[in-house]
């Protein structure tokens, strides 16, 4: 790709530009990615962004561009992600768009964005919500001194204090409102920011003129307190963002900074992860993860690839088998063959579809953020036609114009419709909490309400995760099980765990020597100086010396069941299986009788989600499925319409999680798949999932009568103010009574709803927890059984 001629291109937002050094020019190339057909991906950074309404500034104002394709903006990681044609602009000519619109940018590096040293955006506005919440505290108790009936001389010493107080308060927590209006206003634009500030701001002047002339009225109250509801909502919004972003951030950590590269002399040297080059060897000592995908070319060992499959069980890899960047090597040293670059690994795939299915989420808002668009011009012109009108039609005093105006900026300020939405959510959130369901995102909520497909990821999910013992073929005595579980106790392997476990506390006293692990088959040792070994059935009958013994135990074995094999004669077989989640059974037959279409991807073998399927009496599901198939089935589903609800735990279900309409994980899941997800449920049980929805639908409901109640406050109020009948004061009152309508209103989402999950423990782990699909009132049934797979 050649780069254009003009280093410095015509901008197209007005004038000359070339704010960047030709040097970024070049960066700016060399870091785009071809997408074939003369286009390129560029990818920038832009911390300004902090609504639906940039958003949608940016993508059109992007658009309109001629030498952009697509623009796509994403709120969560603040990111742009821009198709364009390089022979027909500069890259320069991007950046200064994006900074004529208002948004100061940099090059995306998802390097940089990992290594962030904490939010202080979040640090800011909690210090803001702090302030302003002091204040308010504070002159509200001087004005309850003042409205109770104070002398001339009181009431002015509060009103100078109140003034002392709001001043520095206005100026410190409101300084969230007056930069994003400042920046609006700089490029010609108007946002919901700016008729806060300006009513803020009006306010505290006219109070200050009142408190300095010896007037009898003054507003700081109603400054300081609007500010203070406002900061509440925004800091709410910041963190469940923030949250979103941490999955990425999670995954672009699993990344090995290098590897030592094997030479042809024999010696080895470390090489940045980045200068790994395809046909270069590299050395995978045990414990560490892939740092580039490759083929092994010496050794084996059990391989962790749950970032692939999300399956729990490791798998043995040896001589030629292909292996994947981010995944485990657990048990035994390796050589293998680079085959991929690190830009192009597996790991960077996932991260990829995470970005692409994250971006895809950008495109919804709420409908406070689409209010936006209409209701700063809206707020504007009717306080400048009111106080026109009040110069021309009413007493033709300056001063009685002003504070009409300034009543209807306060009285239509959006404090009610900045609470519709967090403080419902707020409720809800708690509500989940307290049954140990964590809400990541006030949105999901919304979208889960839309749901008319669920898909779920197997192992972990549907399922605890962890193997059990679920069948012994052939007997044996306590001397035999006392071998059995000191041979099982000596790996942490999970199938021997789960061995280890079917014996419980064993005390049979053996002693074990010569312990040997041999990866992709199993343990072996000397117990009371007979060979023993525990693992693969081929592998541990070896030992045998009459292999007819065997036939019982070999009987219904397969790749997944461990074998105990001694040389005194002994073969005892575990068929190990995982178990349903509590509830599973429930919750399938309550959600398909909601009319929800149900649906299994698996990256486990076809017997191991059929026997799921069927036990659950899910008739769709799918094996043998990888994180790029997840995600294209995801999104063939909302292709169709669907509105898709991902269930799943592990890394490789990351991607899926994040392409889905909205998404859970089980907090015992990855912290990526966990970081990923929407929501995550804390409890062991899978009747979290009618729960959930049942409080997104009533919650849906809330916000819109919230905002009815708004609207309904607005046509009654507005009127009010301009036609005189509101002062400031009035306004503010009027403002704060319909702040607390929809907060009470907001609280009846703490009654009781159609699905209880009666639990006493946060973690899931009362065992009298139950499912109930029922009012709250009623009777609860008796617990039901857990289910084996």
């Known amino acids: 790709m050649n780069a254009p001629a003009q280093s410095s291109a015509r901008n197209p937002f007005g004038g000359e530009k070339n704010r960047l050094r030709s040097a970024d020019q070049d960066r700016i190339l060399a870091c785009a990615h071809d997408l074939g057909n003369g286009l390129v991906q560029s990818d920038f950074h832009v911390p300004g962004m902090h609504c639906a309404g940039c958003l949608r500034k940016i993508e059109k104002g992007l658009e309109n561009l001629e030498f952009v394709d697509a623009a796509r903006a994403n709120l969560s990681t603040r990111r742009v992600t821009v198709s364009w044609r390089p022979d027909a602009a500069s890259g320069v000519a991007l950046s200064d768009a994006l900074t004529d619109l208002g948004f100061e940018n940099t090059l995306f590096d998802l390097g940089d964005f990992a290594g962030d040293g904490g939010d202080k955006t979040a640090k800011r506005l909690a210090l803001a919500v702090a302030a302003a919440g002091f204040g308010a505290a504070n002159i509200m108790l001087l004005s309850v001194s003042v409205w109770s009936g104070a002398d001339e001389t009181t009431r002015q010493l509060f009103h100078l204090i109140s003034g002392l107080i709001a001043v520095p308060v206005v100026a410190y927590s409101g300084r969230p409102f007056f930069a994003s209006a400042l920046g609006a206003l700089r490029v010609g634009r108007l946002n919901m920011d700016v008729p806060i500030s300006l009513a803020v701001l009006l306010a505290l002047g006219m109070s200050l003129y009142e408190s300095l002339t010896g007037g009898e009225y003054v507003y700081f109250d109603a400054s300081v307190t609007l500010l203070f509801f406002l900061l509440i909502g925004r800091t709410l919004d910041h963190m469940m963002r923030e949250k979103a972003r941490g999955a990425i951030t999670r995954l672009s950590r699993l990344a090995a900074k290098g590897a030592f590269v094997l030479e042809a002399d024999g010696t080895s040297r470390y090489v940045p992860l980045s200068d790994i080059e395809p046909a270069m060897t590299v050395l995978v000592p045990a414990g560490e993860r892939i740092p580039v995908d490759g083929t092994v070319g010496k050794g084996s060992s059990d391989l962790d690839r749950s970032l692939v499959t999300g399956e729990s069980l490791p798998v043995p890899i040896g001589v030629g088998d292909a292996v994947e960047a981010g995944t485990l090597n657990l048990t035994g040293p390796l050589e293998l063959r680079v085959t991929k670059t690190a830009a192009n690994s597996f790991l960077a795939e996932i991260v990829s579809m995470m970005e692409a299915a994250e971006q895809g989420k950008a495109t919804f808002s709420r409908i406070a953020d689409r209010a936006a668009a209409i209701y700063a011009p809206a707020v504007h012109l009717v306080a400048l036609a009111t106080f026109i009108g009040w110069m021309a039609f009413g007493s033709g005093d300056w001063h009685t114009a002003l504070l009409v105006a300034i009543s209807v900026l306060i009285i239509t300020c959006p404090c009610a419709l900045g609470l519709a939405v ?57 001397g035999t099980a006392g071998a059995i579980a000191a041979l099982a106790s000596q790996s942490t392997h999970p199938a021997a765990k789960a061995v280890a476990a079917h014996f419980g506390d064993n005390t049979t ?48 074995m397969d790749g997944g069941d461990v074998v105990f094999a001694c040389r005194d004669g002994s073969a005892i077989g575990f068929a190990l299986k995982d178990r349903l989640r509590p509830a599973a059974s429930e919750t399938v037959k309550a959600l398909t009788a909601d009319g929800i279409k149900l649906m299994i991807l698996s990256g486990d073998n076809e017997r191991a989600v059929a026997d799921i399927a069927r036990s659950l009496g899910i008739d769709d599901y799918r094996s043998g499925q990888t994180p790029a198939d997840k995600i294209r089935t995801v999104e063939a589903l909302q292709a169709d319409g669907r509105h898709v609800l991902m269930l799943g735990d592990g890394i490789n279900d990351a991607p899926a999680l994040a392409a889905g309409h909205v998404s859970m994980a089980p907090s015992t899941g990855s912290d990526v798949g966990r970081l990923a997800a929407d929501l995550v449920f804390m409890n062991e049980r899978l009747d979290v999932i009618p729960f959930t929805r049942d409080i997104a639908l009533r919650t849906d409901r809330l916000v819109k009568q919230n905002f009815a109640l708004a609207v309904l406050y607005n046509c009654i109020a507005v009127p009010l103010a301009v036609f ?42 009362d065992s009298k927890s139950r499912y109930l699909k029922r009012p709250v009132s009623g009777p609860a049934p008796k617990p039901t059984a857990e289910q084996p797979a």
Request: proline fraction near 3%; charged fraction near 20%; include cysteine.
């Open 422 to 478: 967090p403080i419902v959510h707020v409720v809800a959130a708690n509500r989940l909490m307290k049954h140990g369901i964590m809400i990541k995102d006030g949105a999901a909520l919304e979208k889960l309400c839309d749901v008319d497909t669920i898909v779920f990821d197997k192992t972990g999910t549907l399922t605890m995760g962890t193997p059990r013992v679920a069948d012994q073929i052939g007997s044996c005595d306590s």
């Open 509 to 556: 006293t053996r002693t074990v020597t010569e312990v040997r692990e041999v990866p992709g088959s199993g343990i072996s040792a000397l117990i009371d100086g007979r060979e023993a070994r525990l693992g693969r059935a081929a592998w541990a009958f070896g030992i045998l010396e009459e292999p007819e013994k065997t036939a019982n135990v070999a009987e219904g």
């Open 724 to 765: 005189g009948f509101a002062t400031p004061l009035i306004a503010a009152i009027a403002m704060s009574a319909s702040s607390i309508a929809v907060v009470a209103n907001s609280m009846r989402l703490s009654l009781g709803t159609r699905f209880a999950i009666d639990s006493t423990s946060l973690d899931g782990s």
